[in-house]
């Protein structure tokens, strides 16, 4: 009898503090435990992350390797492809100004007006992409004043390149700002002090104290821009009338060809996207280890709480 | 290269951190700001320098009118109590940096750059750390390097906000005294900031003493510990008992006690009711029998503290007041006092200082 319980307490005796346990630390847990927690964590990644992926690959390859490049050589997707290397190339760069514009105002200064700025940069990812984009209908629409007046000049925003550009521009508005804002709070401004006093101009400080102190976060918010710019489907969806050729980004174009039962060329330009986003992930873990300030978005919410507050 | 602060204010929303300060710093003077936090300080040395716009008020370097002048122009050096140093920098950058920003046709070649680097990294003792980033010095190497960043672009004048604030005892020690070399050698205009008072006295030429956005008394180190203006300075500048008294006549009364007030300034306007009498603890002697002339008063000794170089002493006066004293080895080995024993307490001659209410 005394054994059994003497056993049963040998069973729970990581939960008694003892020299038997010193060499455990206050934190770790038996092995079964841990095991277990890495197990469901493992088979939830695989069943929703790299089953699904690889399935994209499976099915755009499923008709060999020749059908495949055939997909992707169509002048339509050929098309697809350029549009949206076009809206991330503009897209992106704008951003990063934008982003880096707002944060140093923000991080920097003391103005009217203030919260409602740092509460407006957050509204593009509050709002559905499907709402963005018919904001930019109802205010640049052929029915709307000011798209009457645009298309009188000759001028075509909606249905058109630029009004993709400009949907893509507003749903991916906050990205870069959210990233730097934090970092720069963290920064501070008196290295930039210390610059100007030293006979720095403003331009020399900028670009030789300020930039580099949150570059990792500006590259950073480049990628998550770009992941994002590319994938974008809702706003630009509204925004863009389905031209075939002319108005089709890719994750459009894949959408059109998937609900005419052409799954091999669907899942084709699907990859190409897949493999984007490998890439941009890629790029995005080396940028981590790169950097020695932590990015977390809620950290970033955080932050942007107490600056408001 | 003189400064001139005129009748300087500055608010921040409803905070008033200066309130109207004039002070006149001399070419080559070591000045320190002395006083609490909030009381002002380093908002005056940031306008000093032209971090900060004053409200009101103007700041004249060799008599010329600065106001107008960026930061960047004004030409100051400025170290920052967080050393401030540019983090993605080596040690060598970092002094480099107001060399390399300087305009093309004043700026060095990168050879001359080079030496005078070194020869400031040597001046401040950290030739060897060139290659290093700031996040691998310590708290004193990083001071040291901010402080030869400053110097490379050989301003005119020189602020510190406090130097030493972030160090350890034993560092800031050591840093104190090769602060106060390096101005015997270089003399630099120089102001620095700082809540120490022991800091303030032993190294700075002139003490400017600052409480809630005003200049409470400016005056050498001497002057301002011993012939405070007013009671805040008395009170700050070290350890203090504080009375409530009366006035008669002229004289100061202390309990039924009349203690002799032999400071002309101070007694010319003594003719109200109440006042507070400041002492300090070494300014108290102990007797055991009444001293002539009946200027003490009685204590009961509570708590005697015998270790460290003075006898600290802790009495209640005849009225219940807690007094401290501080006497000295020899002087308590002569008295051979005990907790509870009764005993007289004299205030020494010109030592108190009253301030009327």
Not at chain 1, 212 to 232: D, F, I, Q
Not at chain 2, 311 to 339: P, S
């Amino acid at each position: 009898m005394a054994s059994v319980i003497r056993l049963k307490f040998e069973n729970f005796s990581w939960l008694i503090p003892g020299p038997a346990n010193r060499r455990r630390p206050a934190t770790g847990e038996p092995v079964l435990v841990r095991m277990i927690l890495i197990g469901i964590a493992l088979a939830f990644l695989g069943l929703f992350l790299v089953v699904p992926v690889v399935a994209v690959f499976a099915q755009a390859l499923q008709k060999g390797v020749a059908a495949y490049f055939a997909a992707i050589s169509e002048p339509e997707a050929w098309s697809a492809i350029r549009l949206t290397l076009l809206t991330v190339a503009i897209a992106v760069p704008l951003n990063l100004v934008f982003g880096v514009a707002a944060a140093w105002a923000i991080a920097r200064f003391e103005f009217v007006g203030k919260n409602i700025l740092i509460t407006l940069i957050d509204l593009p990812f509050a709002v559905s992409p499907i709402i963005s984009g018919m904001l930019f209908v109802l205010l640049l629409g052929a029915h709307s004043p000011l798209g009457a007046w645009l298309a009188s000049h000759g001028i075509k925003i909606i249905f058109a390149v630029p009004g993709i550009v400009l949907a893509t521009l507003f749903v991916t508005f906050p990205i870069t700002a959210r990233e730097l804002i934090p970092i720069m709070v963290a920064v501070g401004s008196e290295e930039e002090e210390a610059a100007m006093v030293l006979g720095a101009n403003g331009w020399h400080t900028f670009l030789r104290v300020t930039l580099p102190n949150v570059k990792w976060g500006t590259l950073y918010g480049a990628v998550l821009c770009n992941a994002r710019a590319m994938g974008e489907f809702g706003a630009v969806s509204v925004v863009s009338g389905h031209i075939r050729g002319v108005t089709d980004t890719m994750p459009l174009y894949v959408e059109i060809i998937y609900n005419d039962y052409n799954f091999v060329a669907a899942f084709a330009v699907a990859s190409l996207l897949t493999l984007l986003a490998l890439v941009t992930l890629l790029l995005k873990h080396f940028l981590l280890s790169g950097s020695a300030i932590p990015l977390s978005s809620e950290k970033t919410s955080e932050t942007v709480e107490r600056i408001a507050a | 290269m003189s400064i001139e602060v005129r009748n300087v204010r500055k608010t921040f929303g409803d905070f008033v951190a200066l309130e109207d300060v004039s002070l006149e710093i001399a070419t080559g003077e070591l000045v320190a700001l002395l006083g609490l936090s909030g009381s002002g300080k380093t908002t005056l040395l940031r306008i000093i320098a032209g971090l900060e716009i004053p409200d009101r008020g103007t700041i004249h370097f060799h008599g010329e009118d600065a106001s107008g002048r960026s930061a960047r122009e004004r030409k100051v050096g400025f170290v920052f109590q967080h050393y401030a140093l540019f983090r993605h920098m080596t040690v060598f950058e970092n002094v480099a940096f107001g060399l390399r920003v300087q305009p093309r046709k004043l700026r060095r070649s990168e050879r001359e750059i080079a030496a005078r680097v070194h020869d400031l990294l040597k001046l401040v003792q950290v030739d060897f750390l060139a290659s290093r980033c700031p996040s691998q010095l310590s708290g004193g190497q990083r001071q040291r390097v901010a402080l030869a960043r400053t110097l490379a672009v050989e301003p005119k004048v020189l602020l510190l906000d406090e130097p030493f604030g972030a160090l350890d005892a034993k560092v800031r020690q050591e840093l104190r005294r090769w602060l106060k070399r390096l101005h015997d050698e270089l003399r630099i205009t120089s102001v620095f900031v700082t809540h120490d008072q022991e800091e303030a006295l032993e190294l700075a030429n002139r003490v400017v003493v600052m409480n809630a956005g005003r200049v409470e008394q400016i005056g050498t180190a001497e002057e301002v510990y011993h012939h405070p203006a007013n009671a805040f300075v008395y009170n700050f500048l070290g350890n203090v008992n504080l009375f409530h008294g009366r006035v008669e006549n002229g004289k100061v009364y202390l309990g039924d006690t009349a203690v002799e007030v032999q400071d002309t300034h101070e007694r010319a306007h003594l003719n109200g009711n109440k006042a507070l009498v400041y002492v300090r603890p070494h300014f108290l002697d102990i007797e055991r029998t009444p001293p002539e002339g009946n200027h003490c008063f009685r204590a009961t000794v509570r708590n005697i503290n015998s270790a460290g170089p003075q006898v600290k002493v802790e009495l209640t006066a005849q009225w219940g007041d807690l007094v401290q004293v501080e006497i000295d080895h020899e002087r308590y080995q002569a008295l051979g006092l005990a907790i509870g024993a009764e005993v007289f307490l004299r205030p020494r001659e010109k030592k108190i200082f009253v301030y009327q209410i």
